[in-house]
């Protein structure tokens, strides 16, 4: 037993030499992410769930009809808790749509009413970019292709009504055409009574965009951290491995003194890194609507949770170190397992974008249950089920490190 503890003892203090280095290294890479965040933020991708749709109307809005048309979509329409429309020259709905603080607008086209009122129905254009061909844009088009396509139909209704009541003979055509024209104009008004209220489908762990890419980030910078102690636990040779289980201390032990010194080295990095992040965050002013119960359970009890994920990615990592046999292939090894299941467990793009059988198998992946762990905590919901996936993950992989080891240094013998 005393020479396990000298051995421990030991390693921890080759980690512990390393930790300045490592240290730089780790800030570089969440220096790295931070900014891709950032850059997010400031592109417009992370916003407040709640802000409605922002489009820009151009063009030829003068004409009086249409300015009482969009007053009245503006101020008594539904849809304008959804969509907010503002009125804008292009050169600055341009500069707005570039900057992201606008999804895009739609282009009038001159003389649009009187097209309508002769039957032309001149086409409203949207403009947007490609970074915002997204949910929401789909959603702007199809807005704009309702309105014309509203405007069409009720036309051509309109029309046909006093035309019919031409070739009959009917004099008295003000109170059909009169009524008919409120019938549209009331379906419009109170077309939201048509349809049930939104059933909103929990894809995923169910957290807000924002939150998503918080716990996504968060977990895929833990994961990369395996690269910066890659030079300290990969080798190329394990004859000190080998002495020590001749003279008594087994692989099983090493496994655990060097895994032990490991880990701590990885949660004395990692925690205060974490809490730097989720202090940033909230200096940021970025809106994560699950932040809103107070300090201790938005804050402490989050980066908490990191430390269950630390245990098992630590694992992960060392087994990695073990599998390879040089600095290059260490470090190759650890960034693309790091990239592949943190792509396939949600951490860099929503689960539901992939088919339906990633989706199911992501929770039961490293880096998806790491996902579900931080989403069940801001969603203030069990965590035991992604818990006992991470323990019983970390198990797995220390029980794998000491066969990797034992194989090693058997061949070393």
Request: hydrophobic share 50%; glycine share 6%.
């Amino acid at each position: 037993m005393r020479k396990i503890f000298i051995y421990l003892g030991l390693q921890v203090k080759k980690a512990l030499k390393a930790l300045p280095a490592v240290a730089l290294t780790a800030l570089v890479i969440t220096g790295s992410i931070a900014l891709l965040f950032v850059m997010m933020k400031s592109i417009g991708n992370i916003t407040d769930p709640d802000e409605p749709l922002k489009v820009a109307i151009v063009g030829d809005t003068d004409e009086e009809y249409f300015a009482v048309g969009l007053a009245a979509i503006r101020h008594f329409d539904s849809s304008r808790f959804a969509i907010d429309i503002l009125q804008m020259d292009e050169e600055e709905a341009k500069r707005c749509v570039r900057k992201g603080t606008i999804s895009g607008y739609a282009v009038i086209p001159e003389g649009f009413v009187d097209s309508i009122m002769t039957g032309e129905n001149r086409k409203i254009t949207l403009v947007t970019t490609n970074a915002s061909k997204d949910l929401l844009s789909s959603l702007v088009v199809e807005f704009t292709d309702q309105i014309s396509g509203y405007l069409l139909e009720t036309q051509n209704s309109i029309y046909g009504l006093s035309s019919y009541m031409n070739d009959e003979g009917i004099e008295d055509r003000a109170t059909p055409i009169n009524e008919i024209n409120l019938f549209y104009v009331n379906l419009v008004l109170k077309r939201d009574s048509l349809f049930e209220p939104i059933e909103i489908i929990d894809e995923g762990a169910g957290v807000s965009q924002a939150a998503g890419y918080i716990c996504g980030l968060t977990i895929f910078l833990i994961m990369l951290f395996g690269i910066a102690y890659s030079p300290v636990y990969t080798r190329r040779e394990m004859s000190l491995n080998a002495v020590l289980e001749s003279r008594g201390v087994g692989t099983l032990p090493q496994v655990l003194c060097e895994y032990i010194s490991y880990l701590l080295m990885m949660l004395l990095c990692m925690i205060p890194i974490m809490s730097a992040t989720v202090f940033a965050i909230h200096r940021l002013g970025i809106n994560v609507t699950e932040w809103e119960k107070g300090f201790f359970e938005d804050y402490v009890y989050f980066v908490a949770g990191y430390i269950p994920i630390i245990v098992m990615f630590a694992a992960m990592q060392y087994m990695l170190f073990l599998a390879a046999d040089n600095f290059i292939a260490g470090v190759s090894l650890q960034f693309i397992c790091s990239v592949v299941l943190a792509y396939l467990g949600g951490c860099l793009y929503p689960l539901s974008f992939f088919p339906e059988i990633i989706r199911k198998a992501a929770p039961f992946q490293p880096a998806g249950a790491a996902y579900d762990h931080l989403a069940a905590i801001l969603l203030v919901k069990d965590t035991t089920t992604p818990l006992i996936r991470m323990l019983a993950y970390a198990a797995v992989f220390v029980i794998a490190s000491v066969f990797i080891m034992n194989r090693r240094v058997k061949h070393e013998k």
